[in-house]
């Protein structure tokens, strides 16, 4: 991945299960928000510890959003790669408790020791240089260089709320990344209710220059909140997510949909499954085509007995991200997509 040193970054990794953003300001600071890994049983490299790699370059922040695998996974490798500035994360305990037996799930029980050495590495780094610590609260701030990196999220009452519901989406750190006059909203996975509560405290989340979307697409992600008034101008980027009920969902009414709505296109760093054009970058497409099967379509191979299994996505380092770089005025100068990314766009009927 070649870097415009004039340009300000925006640089998001989303292999399928998971998602890390690097920021990269032409002075040379790197932030690295979330971890991730390559896809697999969470063995693979950190995107993020590649592209600082790639660059001869140590970060120059770090923050962890919520404590779920699929933010925090490869963080501790991004904290070992070595760098010097805040380290920001709410002050959870470690020992989180676990939902459900964990003794029977060895997955389950993976993802509650993989999240937890995250989270001991942080507190590791907090207690070696007390400097570093970044006890994240709504309206908690720090500078690295020219870039503000200020919490617009959790507040008192979200923290209450998770306390009560298990629910760890409502810790997300929601970030507001200003340089110049370039404005980047990271949504982490704050979903509608406690985006209500961000824009009653925020009222001009709308006015930036670009969009890490909240939640990988989901429906219960989406409000009006963050929707853009400039004509379209903003990038929004988003990522896709590979279990369960997979992210983002193509029909009508669901999240993509109704951010199409109201912004189009998007950037996808890829699909919830490897599809069948995943060399074919830039590639793009509508969501109509993608609800109703058509190109690109879920790659799949065949198992005995006649069945067909959809392959998970199986990116290297450099295939699942979307990277834009703007210039200090906030326009999109640098569009660069990895393989699988797709462009979306809402169909618009003919005249």
Same mark, same amino acid.
């Given at each position: 991945?070649?870097?415009r #040193?004039?340009?300000?970054?925006?640089?998001?990794?989303?292999?399928?299960?998971?998602?890390?953003? $690097?920021?990269?300001?032409?002075?040379?600071?790197?932030? $690295?928000?979330?971890?991730?890994?390559?896809?697999?049983?969470?063995?693979?490299?950190?995107?993020?510890?590649k592209?600082?790699?790639?660059?001869?370059?140590?970060?120059?922040?770090? $923050?962890?959003?919520?404590?779920h695998?699929?933010?925090?996974?490869?963080?501790?490798? /991004?904290?070992?790669?070595g760098?010097?500035?805040?380290?920001?994360?709410?002050?959870?305990?470690?020992?989180?408790?676990?939902?459900? *037996?964990?003794? #029977?799930?060895?997955?389950?029980?993976?993802?509650?020791?993989? $999240?937890?050495?995250?989270?001991?590495?942080?507190?590791?780094?907090?207690?070696? *240089?007390?400097?570093?610590?970044?006890?994240?609260?709504?309206?908690?701030?720090?500078?690295?260089?020219?870039?503000?990196?200020?919490?617009?999220?959790?507040?008192?009452?979200? /923290?209450r709320?998770?306390? /009560?519901?298990?629910?760890?989406?409502?810790?997300?750190? /929601?970030?507001?990344?200003?340089?110049?006059?370039?404005? +980047?909203? +990271?949504?982490?996975?704050?979903e509608?209710?406690?985006?209500?509560?961000?824009?009653?405290?925020?009222?001009?989340?709308?006015?930036?220059t670009?969009?890490?979307?909240?939640?990988?697409?989901?429906?219960?992600?989406?409000?009006?909140?963050?929707?853009?008034?400039?004509?379209?101008?903003?990038?929004?980027?988003?990522?896709?997510?590979?279990?369960?009920?997979?992210?983002?969902?193509?029909?009508?009414?669901?999240g +993509?949909?109704?951010?199409?709505?109201?912004?189009?296109?998007?950037?996808?760093?890829?699909?919830?499954?490897?599809?069948?054009?995943?060399?074919?970058?830039?590639f793009?497409?509508?969501?109509?085509?993608?609800?109703?099967?058509?190109?690109?379509?879920?790659a799949?191979?065949?198992?005995?007995?006649g069945?067909?299994?959809?392959?998970?996505?199986?990116?290297?380092?450099?295939?699942?991200?979307?990277?834009?770089?703007?210039?200090?005025?906030? *326009?999109?100068? #640098?569009?660069?997509?990895?393989?699988?990314?797709?462009?979306i766009?809402?169909?618009?009927?003919?005249?």
């Amino acid at each position: 991945m070649k870097l415009r #040193d004039d340009l300000f970054y925006l640089i998001v990794f989303g292999p399928g299960f998971g998602e890390s953003i $690097v920021l990269r300001t032409p002075e040379t600071g790197w932030v $690295v928000v979330d971890g991730c890994r390559l896809p697999g049983a969470g063995e693979g490299q950190s995107p993020a510890v590649k592209l600082l790699q790639q660059h001869e370059a140590q970060w120059s922040a770090v $923050v962890l959003t919520h404590p779920h695998l699929d933010h925090a996974s490869g963080l501790d490798d /991004v904290l070992a790669h070595g760098g010097n500035g805040p380290i920001g994360c709410y002050p959870h305990p470690l020992g989180l408790p676990q939902s459900g *037996n964990t003794a #029977d799930d060895p997955e389950a029980a993976y993802r509650a020791g993989s $999240v937890e050495q995250v989270l001991a590495a942080i507190h590791d780094c907090w207690e070696q *240089n007390p400097e570093t610590r970044w006890e994240i609260k709504r309206d908690t701030s720090r500078t690295v260089g020219p870039l503000r990196l200020t919490a617009l999220h959790p507040d008192s009452n979200a /923290v209450r709320q998770a306390e /009560v519901s298990g629910n760890r989406n409502r810790l997300s750190t /929601v970030l507001l990344a200003e340089w110049k006059n370039c404005r +980047l909203l +990271l949504g982490a996975d704050a979903e509608a209710t406690d985006w209500a509560s961000i824009a009653e405290e925020y009222p001009d989340l709308a006015a930036h220059t670009a969009l890490k979307y909240p939640h990988h697409g989901s429906a219960g992600a989406w409000h009006a909140a963050y929707a853009t008034e400039n004509d379209g101008a903003a990038t929004w980027l988003m990522t896709p997510y590979n279990r369960g009920h997979k992210l983002p969902r193509f029909e009508d009414g669901q999240g +993509l949909h109704r951010a199409l709505m109201a912004h189009a296109p998007i950037h996808l760093t890829g699909l919830p499954a490897r599809h069948d054009l995943q060399r074919r970058t830039p590639f793009e497409t509508t969501r109509q085509a993608l609800r109703d099967g058509h190109a690109p379509q879920a790659a799949t191979k065949s198992l005995p007995g006649g069945f067909n299994m959809t392959i998970k996505p199986q990116a290297t380092a450099f295939e699942g991200f979307v990277a834009a770089g703007f210039d200090a005025d906030g *326009n999109l100068i #640098d569009l660069q997509r990895g393989a699988g990314a797709v462009t979306i766009n809402e169909e618009t009927s003919s005249a």
